[in-house]
């Protein structure tokens, strides 16, 4: 089974996630190579699944607007959808989807 490139980033991403639980018993969680991203929740669970959904409209975001991305673990969204043409088709899934096993970070 093939795998996006996306995914791949999003999942190397979210490993990197750091959760703190509040004396109330809430949770927020954060990935500290992507600057400015959290989210907060009831459980643990339910910050993780917010995390991950904040993180995945962040990146789509970030490409439309040209922005740099961070690279994470090697995977460096910048360089396989660095000009506004490539973002724009990813973002509109047009032209080629691109797969992980494609390149090599």
């Not at 490993?15 to 992507?34: E, N, R």
């Amino acid at each position: 089974m093939k795998r996006f490139i996306l995914t791949d980033y999003i999942e190397h991403a979210m490993a990197h996630a750091v959760y703190d639980k509040f004396k109330d018993g809430t949770f927020s969680g954060c990935i500290p190579l992507c600057e400015g991203l959290i989210a907060c929740a009831p459980s643990l669970h339910e910050c993780q699944h917010e995390l991950r959904a904040v993180l995945e409209a962040w990146v789509l975001v970030e490409l439309k607007l040209g922005r740099p991305l961070p690279v994470i673990d090697k995977i460096d969204l910048n360089k396989i959808y660095g000009d506004n043409k490539k973002r724009h088709n990813l973002l509109h899934l047009e032209g080629k989807i691109k797969f992980a096993e494609d390149y090599k970070y």
